[in-house]
């Protein structure tokens, strides 16, 4: 009986896995959309420049573009090992880097977690108070807060989802980036 309730635990995490996983890519590709969408309001910004008409609210579309696609691609760069890690201090550890992860996971955890909550809390109050932009284009806040509270969200979770890991694996989900030569290991 213990062995198919331990593969059932295995198979369910397994599941889990993967469905973190393909979550934190598909926010890395919304991410990129949001990059192209700023390459687009930013063409367009230029076309109605030249052309002598208006385009009100292009640099706070812009910026709304660009802080959805930092907080949608930050739970995927955590796991693929792109973030400015303290990989030298690690290293320096030896054999007590387990606890120098550990105790950077942890507050990254905490830290993550209160960006989530006043992230979304701020969504909340947005929407409430019927808030809107001071630009031209007079935007209800909270829909454009959204994206960057979901993000902050994802990334909190990725923090937790890489400390439990941790304890319970020994190893996190950190993938080593080849090219900076940062990682887990």
Known sequence: ???GNDMMQTNQS???RRGLDRLYDFCAILSAGCLIG???VIVLQMVARWSSVTFPGSTEYAGYLMASASFLAFAHALNRGVHIR???ALNALGRHRYWGEL???AIGSVAAS???WYAVKLVYWSKKLHDVSQGQDA???WIVQLPTAFGAILLAVAFIDNLITLVLTGRDNII???ATGAGAE
């Open 139 to 141: 935007m209800e806040l």
């Open 14 to 16: 397994g599941v889990l």
């Open 114 to 116: 209160y960006l989530a």
């Open 86 to 88: 303290v990989g030298l």
């Open 103 to 105: 105790w950077c996971l």
């Open 1 to 3: 009986m213990q062995v």
């Open 176 to 178: 080593p980036d080849p």
């Open 38 to 40: 700023i390459l687009l």
